[in-house]
Every structure is written in C-alpha cells, then in structure tokens.
C-alpha cells in the first residue's frame, strides 16, 4: 500500500469521526483526528464533540493509553482540519501536537476562518515538523461546507428544497398535495434539526400555515423566517446571528426569487409518482447545477444538487 493509500485510509476514518460532530460542534466546524503509530495501530482518536470543550486533537490525545505515549515521538496524526493556530475558547491544538512531539501531521483541508487559514501548518513547520496537506480534500471540504460557505461567503449556506409530482407540479390546481411519504417526512424534519434556518414565502405561510419544526426527529427547531415585501432577506443580518445554513422551502416564488440571483448552494427535490393535471410548475433545475446523488424512499425520488462553484 502506497503512503498515499495509507493517509486516505485514517482520513476517512477522521471524517467518520468528524461527523459525530454535526448537531452540537456547531457554530464550530466538525473536526475528526485520528493518531497512528510507526507500526499502522491507531493508538489515539477523537473528535469536535462540542462548542466550547475540546477540539479533536485535544480528545485524540487525551484517549492515549499511558503504556502507548512513547510511541507518539513516531507517531503521525491525522486531523481532517487544519490545528487552530489562536487562543479561542481552547488553546492552539498547533501548539498541543507541537508539545507532544509526534513526528508527522497529516491535514485534510486549510480552515478559512480569518484567524487560521495556514498559521496552523506554518507553526508545524516552523516546529520542524513532517506536514502534509490536501488528502482526500475535496472530502474534508463537503463536510464543512456550511462552515466554509459562512466564512467564505459571509452568508449562510442555502438549500432550496421542494417536492413534485411526476410530472412537474408542487400543488393540486393551487391547493395543498401530500407529496412526501412518511418515512420522507421524517428525512425532512431530520435535515431541519441540521440546519439553522428554514425560510417560506408569505402565501406558502398564509396558505398552509406550517409549523416548519423537527416534531418527526429529535433536535432543535430551526430558526423560523418568512419572506415577504415588508420582510425581506437580509444575509448579513443571518451573518452577524452566526446562522451558518438556510432552508428556503418555497413556494416557488420563493424558491425561484433565489435561483434567479444565483443565491443558492443545495437543490433537494422529492418527486413522487403521482400526477395531477394541473398546479403550480415546480421551479426548473438550473443548467450548471451538478447532481450528487438519488435515492429511492417508498417509491419517491430524492435528488440533491449543488451549485456548480462547489464541485
């Protein structure tokens, strides 16, 4: 196996780690590391488990067994983010993998936070330390992607979401359609208890009257917003409230206001088998939109697309 093939295999392991992270990490990214010895046992492993406490590498390093710190001199570890390089609410894991003298650092992506963004790495260097940088990037990238947009974009990461029927329409001739089956109405509620906001246009609200919380999963609601003239969106207002992801769940006018300026970074469509002869068209997938994955759930179709830039 090729060192390359060796760092792919423990991030992947980082960003299984990571992952644990997603519901209470926040507004901090998710953060997975991994510590492996010269002979390829992991003696060490940890991750983000919450804003304010630990970071990964603290945690990796605090599951050394006492009998396995002499290895650490040979060791390598793996961190699916660039160490912090600042004092925060914790002190600088750059400092902390310096003081525990492991031989080499193996990194997944560069932190766009302004405090960061490769001090992190340089202290490592600078520290005389082995560093490599970029395995399985694009990875480590996708996961933080909400984080990445926030900072990079100093908006929140959008989602636009809606369910169709077969053939093209989110409504029965202007009325309300159940659409989603209930295994998919709970997919939905889990991907709101993810998520910091969710968004509907004033007749959607009018209309139908939802609740937009998380009552088919476990986890917090999202911050509920609706979109009218007397209420528009302000995205550094959602900035400045740390509101790093946004559900825009239609109607279509909605959803379209925020297609046509591009403001947008996720398209989730459920489409069922079901037809009606008439409705409400169903906003058109843009053309540079690059489609990730499909699933199937009691015969309805989940399609997920993201924007092009992010590919």
Request: aromatic share 6%; charged share 25%; glycine share 8%.
């Amino acid at each position: 196996m090729s060192q390359q093939e060796i760092d792919e295999r423990y991030m992947r392991r980082c960003l299984q780690l990571a992952a644990n992270g997603r519901q209470n990490a926040k507004p901090n990214p998710m953060v997975g590391a991994v510590i492996v010895s010269a002979d390829g046992r992991i003696i060490g492993e940890g991750y983000h488990v919450r804003c304010g406490e630990g970071h990964a590498e603290v945690n990796a390093f605090a599951s050394v067994r006492k009998d396995d710190e002499p290895l650490l001199k040979e060791a390598t570890i793996y961190v699916s983010l660039e160490p912090c390089s600042h004092y925060g609410k914790t002190p600088p894991c750059a400092d902390l993998i310096i003081r525990k003298g492991v031989k080499r650092a193996v990194v997944g992506c560069i932190d766009p936070f302004a405090e960061v963004q490769g001090r992190g790495i340089q202290k490592l260097r600078d520290a005389g330390m082995e560093v490599t940088v970029g395995v399985l990037e694009k990875d480590c990238q996708l996961l933080n992607r909400r984080f990445f947009t926030y900072h990079r974009l100093q908006r929140p990461y959008i989602i636009l979401k809606w369910a169709q029927t077969n053939n093209g329409f989110i409504d029965d001739h202007g009325k309300p359609l159940a659409i989603s089956t209930p295994f998919t109405k709970m997919l939905v509620h889990k991907l709101r208890a993810e998520e910091d906001a969710i968004l509907v246009g004033r007749v959607t609200n009018e209309r139908e009257h939802p609740l937009l919380n998380v009552r088919e999963w476990v986890g917090p609601d999202p911050k509920r917003l609706v979109l009218d003239h007397q209420h528009p969106l302000d995205l550094k207002n959602l900035f400045d409230q740390q509101i790093q992801s946004l559900i825009v769940e239609g109607g279509s006018k909605a959803l379209q206001s925020f297609l046509d300026q591009g403001l947008w970074d996720e398209i989730r469509v459920e489409t069922s088998p079901i037809t009606v002869d008439d409705g409400t068209p169903a906003p058109k997938i843009p053309v540079d939109a690059v489609i990730t994955d499909s699933q199937e759930y009691d015969g309805n179709k989940i399609t997920r697309w993201i924007n092009h830039y992010c590919s």
